[in-house]
């Protein structure tokens, strides 16, 4: 059975550095792209990143490029985001997602790209 698990999330003060991770287990993942989306109240579920299958290649949204990294560690089957300089505007469920397409160098940026999810974590931001 796959499944994905995140966390690190929590409360945190605006300006504050946590790292998410994500630990697969159920399937090796090494070979597919992994992102990580969040969803806001009330909003829809955005991209917020994603790295290559190798760790090459990584896409950020622009709302957090700068400030947030995502990698992975293939040999753990994890990936991580670290998060900084956060603001209010970041709180959200943050959830790991694996893509479809093996060996893809092509990093997607819609959900539908993604056919495995986390159960999400919460990060709130206070001010």
């Known amino acids: 059975q796959v499944q994905l698990v995140e966390s690190g999330g929590g409360l945190v003060q605006v300006g504050g550095s946590p790292r998410l991770s994500c630990a697969a287990s159920?399937?090796?993942?090494?070979?597919?792209?992994m992102g990580w989306f969040r969803q806001a109240p009330g909003k829809e579920r955005e991209f917020v990143a994603a790295?290559?299958?190798?760790?090459?290649?990584?896409h950020y949204a622009d709302s957090v490029k700068g400030r947030f990294t995502i990698s992975r560690d293939n040999a753990e089957n994890t990936v991580y985001l670290q998060m900084n300089s956060l603001k209010p505007e970041d709180t959200a469920v943050y959830y790991c997602?694996?893509?479809?397409?093996?060996?893809?160098?092509?990093?997607?940026?819609?959900?539908?790209?993604?056919?495995?999810w986390g159960q999400g974590t919460q990060v709130t931001v206070s001010s």
């Open positions: 997602a694996v893509d479809w397409a093996i060996y893809s160098e092509v990093l997607h940026i819609f959900p539908d790209n993604y056919n495995y």
């Open positions: 159920g399937r090796t993942f090494s070979n597919y792209a």
């Open positions: 790295i290559q299958w190798n760790g090459h290649g990584t």
